[in-house]
């Protein structure tokens, strides 16, 4: 007999379906007994009745939430009133006729059957084999599933290439602070903390090239907002005519993933009581100093003249622009050269300001980028007065002394957009296996291997 | 006015359009100047005519290859004679009548103009942002990036989930050779060498998850088939009734991105002058024994009873198995137990030998993968025959210990299929930037900081 998903079973009312899955709450009511049965689709729920089986209603008193099990029985209608809305399966419950029990699993350390989990963060991410089956835990990385999936397709829609970025990298080009060191046979190597300088490279080969990759940063202090290995997603494309190409392609890329969210994750959004940000037809646009006018008008605040946002400028400014537009989400430009890498692309007419980028919503930074350097010789200056070592990106800057178009890019990480779309508290809710100061999988004893 | 892709241009014979690139290679013939323009769709060819634009002309004159260039002019139709079925704007060209260069590019260290790269590999390495740009380079990795995201493709098709899984890992679960240590924190930490453990962990949540992430291994020797760094495809699947459903998936598969090559890169196959492996309607299986018995009674070399296939059984079985059915395929499977990882599937009958299994394809290793064991007590006990350190795989061990169906799944290198596939005979030719004993990025210097 096939097996059928849970999720697939109002369409087989009156007939013997075959389902597998995982016990994950069982109710005993007088002679009956009810669990609901978790497969990959979702939940259904099964009756035992001594009446119907009496074979499987005595199995079933032993069932213990996680045991694996295959159910054989008849697909019934609920009565209306009993319609559970809340679950694809909720129009039907499945009686049993036959009960095998696959693996039977341990007394949990906790009960993982309510509709949120019912243990601290650091608790659930100890027990991540546990926690990661809990229907509220899995669509949290069906939405980042999603948003990785649909930037990759937005991309491939655009004509870009996919790459590979490396993860090894011989050196620390964007500064040396926070960064993991290898023991790399006799030599010294580095965790990247970014793909910026390949997808550069690989942009002068493909022109539109995009890469999904990890990346690494020894954040020396557990914050809600940082972690030692993420996901970013990056872009970067040859032949803009403006740094505008740039923001608007940004900006087409997020309205997709918004998009592809609102059309395919709409059970998880709803379960995780999230509301996807409103991206208005033209996203607004303003200088840091524009930026900072606002800021000073309306809230009184003086940070005209700052190098930079702060995370307080960066929720007035968001909020401003909210009530002004109904837009969450506004880009903010121009910020003063000698605050962002050395390959940011100066303003022709005051090059005291680049045409560097950041995308805000409802509060803070989703999305960085903006136009680059691409002439040779500027690059090269850039690259001295930054204090650059040449020789340790010479093939990157080999990829601009042999001829390269104006060009930009961004990128976003996967954690931050999923932590931030679905109004996570902590970072660590949105990465299956999170890593920080304190832990890898396990949190570090205190007098573990020092 | 809007800029066209060159192969793009067939469809507007008889207008103006705007093309953008680099030169590609530039040719005198008296009077006129040829280039051929290349743009992230391919190449044009371009004539300059005095007699049409004397400006223009005149700047070609100075053009000298990888040049970054924009022109306009009009797309002419060339005499059949003269059509070049090799590039997709191969029935027409451009003639000039404006010229502007808009990055000038250095003399270069070797041409890299003809349509193969005359260069050894270590230098093309050494100069890989130039290299990259190369027709036949591009075609290599269009390639890659089609096994990538056609085997995503398949997977999502067959309702796996994507997950993310981690580069560090906390210990060398697998045995320690070979590992690159991390400096954490305070700790020790190591770059992952399979997503082994995290894909079962993550199936007895989704059932079926699929994973494209880097693993590392510290290879001390420069081999032509190792790098340090390389993109392991992962697949794992819940509720098989046998190995052989994994094997049908892996075979299903391999099929799909073979399917794919051969749907939307026959233009890179045919540069490369790469045929695609057969795949019959089902790939012949074989137990090891009876591998070893075929390889005996063929070829006469006794290799009954050796504990796996070496290099030279590879080839000599797959050459008996491409003249018996056609196929450029088999799996073998049935190692011996102890042979392979603690989790891997002892057969029921015979726990001696195990459902691990193996993919070869013209005479090499394409993929592997299996059936695990489900069993807590039987994982645990296997774990402790292994020694392995239980405390190190903790969350793995976990989420078997709360129950876990039957379930088994497979892996390939991105690289190793790439360079398979396109008969390539270094896998540093299908790997944008390889990592090995010598080289991140540049080679070492003899004298670096050891």
């Known amino acids: 007999m096939e097996r059928t998903l849970t999720k697939q079973t109002p369409a087989h009312v009156g007939e013997e379906v075959l389902v597998k899955g995982w016990v994950n709450v069982r109710r005993d009511h007088g ?8 497969d990959r689709g979702g939940l259904l729920q099964v009756v035992f009745n001594p009446q119907v089986s009496v074979e499987a209603h005595q199995v079933a008193t032993t069932l213990k939430n996680e045991d694996v099990i295959e159910i054989k029985g008849k697909i019934n209608a609920r009565p209306e009133k009993l319609v559970n809305p809340k679950i694809a399966s909720g129009t039907v419950e499945l009686e049993a006729t036959e009960l095998v029990i696959v693996a039977h699993a341990a007394p949990l350390p906790f009960d993982t059957s309510k509709e949120t989990l019912d243990a601290e963060l650091p608790t659930q991410l100890d027990h991540r084999a546990i926690t990661l ?21 937005f991309m491939k829609s655009q004509d870009f290439f996919e790459f590979q970025a490396p993860c090894i990298t ?4 964007e500064g040396g602070a926070e960064v993991f060191e290898i023991k790399y046979f006799d030599h010294k190597a580095y965790l990247t903390q970014s793909p910026q300088l390949y997808k550069q490279i690989a942009m002068t080969a493909f022109e539109r090239v995009f890469s999904v990759n990890k990346i690494f940063r020894a954040e020396p202090s557990v914050t809600t907002r940082h972690l030692t290995e993420v996901v970013s997603l990056d872009a970067e494309m040859a032949f803009i005519n403006s740094w505008t190409d740039v923001r608007d392609m940004a900006e087409e890329t997020v309205r997709f993933v918004l998009k592809t969210l609102g059309e395919t994750c709409t059970a998880e959004l709803t379960m995780l009581d999230a ?12 200088t840091l100093a524009e930026a900072q006018e606002k800021i000073f008008a309306q809230s009184g605040r003086d940070v005209r003249g700052e190098k930079d946002l702060n995370p307080e400028d960066e929720r007035t400014l968001c909020s401003i622009v909210k009530e002004e537009t109904g837009s969450d989400f506004v880009f903010v430009y121009g910020y003063p050269t000698r605050q962002r890498p050395f390959y940011v692309y100066p303003n022709d007419e005051n090059p005291e300001i680049n045409e560097g980028m950041d995308l805000l919503c409802r509060g803070v930074e989703w999305l960085s980028g903006g136009r680059r350097i691409n002439d040779y010789a500027q690059l090269e200056k850039h690259a001295e007065i930054w204090e650059m070592d040449k020789s340790k990106i010479k093939m990157f800057l080999d990829a601009f002394k042999y001829g390269a178009p104006p060009e930009g ?9 999923t932590m931030q779309i679905l109004g996570l508290k902590n970072i660590r809710e ?15 004893a205190v007098a573990d291997e020092k």
Not at 31 to 38: A, E, G, N, T, V
Not at 134 to 152: E, G, W
Not at 170 to 173: C, D, F, G, V, W
């Open 31 to 38: 002679k009956l007994i009810f669990i609901d049965i978790r």
């Open 133 to 153: 089956r809990h229907p509220s835990v899995k669509a949290v990385f069906k939405v980042q599933a999603t948003v990785i999936d649909s930037f990759r397709e």
């Open 170 to 173: 011989p050196s620390t080009a």
């Open 275 to 286: 509301t996807l940000p409103t991206m208005i037809e033209k996203t607004p646009t303003y």
């Open 409 to 417: 890019g961004f990128a976003f990480g996967a954690e931050r957009m």
């Open 430 to 444: 949105a990465c299956m296996f999170p890593r920080d100061l304190s832990r890898i999988d396990e949190r570090f």
